[in-house]
């Protein structure tokens, strides 16, 4: 069987710098906010290109406190609207509502799969307080447009960075683009740790500094408490394992580009249609996703003949039960696109043969 992702593969490659970590953290006493978490917040800041990282607990967390920090600090307020694309994993409209701010869903380019700018403005309303743009599967989301758009109606434009580490576009690198970012270092994510963690990105150094406080119960100084806070902290281990795995990003990137080139280049299915690149050098290839009407159809030859793989994701938002006051709302782009697509296995750690094996079998499909 071709894996989806092998993830004891990717980390065996680093088996011994790994255990090394987790050695030193054992070792050290020391397993919360302390030096594995300040090097990694420093070395991630300077691979995004930004002054400031907070390590949190999860991905989901770094994009509720960034909410959280903006309406502390008075720049927005709950029942404030924050536009974010409809054709995005749960986790996005979930921070937004989590604070009592309304998620308000614009569809993405049916091409890109990411927001689509020119149906923005239209969403616009004297509530909207900022933009939760989604850089889905590793291709950043933002363009002039947009930038346009945010500083004519003086919105926030955040990023979800969950699934785009090192992802560029016009020379700034994901989580650098915005006023603050949420990334997600989730097992499967292409900076994984070996458990649950997050950052959050920024060069605003008030914000930084909010969520500073927010993520450790409001707190600057042990017992004495500014905010109604959390307990969201990415612990020692996790962060000495992402910061041996950092290390290698670059070496990661590479391999899913051979993959993703690999598959663009000899997939040839009148049935299915490829992903489109809007900059080459820009996209870090979280997923390679597929588009084709005979989806489940495809997906049950896959398996058949030893391909793993997945849909990401067969439900919108809007049509979740978590979401009920949206089930009534068309988005037929994103509906369309909820319908269509595949993952096909990804990683750089995939094999010549078995990239080659998974376009022969989809090419031999119909
Ligand atoms: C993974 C993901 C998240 C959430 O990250 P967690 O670390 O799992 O909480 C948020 N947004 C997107 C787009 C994601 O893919």
């Known amino acids: 069987m071709i894996k ?46 930004v002054k400031y990282a907070l390590g949190v607990a999860n991905g989901l967390d770094a994009l509720r406190l960034i909410f959280k920090a903006y309406i502390e600090l008075g720049v927005m307020q709950k029942g404030d609207e924050v536009i974010v694309p409809s054709n995005t994993y749960i986790a996005s409209l979930l921070a937004i509502s989590d604070n009592d701010l309304i998620p308000v869903l614009v569809e993405p380019n049916n091409e890109t799969f990411n927001l689509d700018s020119r149906l923005i403005e239209n969403a616009i309303t004297s509530k909207t307080k900022a933009i939760l743009t989604v ?9 002039q447009q947009m930038l346009d758009i945010c500083s004519k109606y003086n919105l926030k434009l955040i990023e979800d960075a969950a699934q785009s580490h090192g992802a560029q576009s016009k020379g700034k690198t994901s989580g650098s683009i915005g006023d603050a970012a949420g990334h997600s270092f989730y097992p499967g994510k292409n900076l994984g740790a070996l458990g649950d963690a997050g950052a959050v ?7 930084a500094n909010t969520i500073d406080a927010l993520r450790n119960y409001g707190s600057h100084k042990k017992y004495e408490n500014e ?8 612990d020692e281990l996790q962060a000495a394992f992402l910061d041996v795995k950092l290390k290698h990003i670059q070496q990661d990137i590479k391999g899913r580009r051979r993959v993703a080139n690999y598959y663009l280049k000899n997939i040839k299915n009148q049935s299915i249609i490829l992903p489109k690149v809007v900059n080459e050098e820009g996209h870090v290839w979280h997923l390679f996703v597929i588009k084709t009407k005979e989806r489940d159809d495809l997906q049950k030859y896959l398996l058949k003949n030893g391909v793993q793989t997945l849909i990401h994701y067969p439900i919108p938002p809007h049509k979740q039960k978590a979401y009920i006051e949206y089930n009534h709302l068309n988005f037929p782009i994103t509906e369309q696109i909820h319908n269509e697509v595949l993952s096909l296995p990804l990683s750089a750690v995939i094999t010549g043969e078995e990239i080659e094996k998974v376009a022969i079998i989809l090419n031999n499909y119909k």
């Open 4 to 49: 989806f992702l092998d993830l004891q593969k990717i980390n065996a490659q680093y088996e011994k710098e790994l255990k090394e970590a987790s050695n030193r953290v054992i070792d050290s006493g020391w397993y919360l906010m302390g030096k594995e978490l300040n090097d990694f917040e420093q070395n991630y800041a300077s691979f995004c290109g």
């Open 227 to 234: 905010y109604q806070g959390l307990n969201s902290r990415l």
């Open 135 to 143: 850089h889905l599967y590793g291709q950043i989301s933002i363009d």
């Open 201 to 207: 990105t920024t060069n605003d150094k008030v914000l």
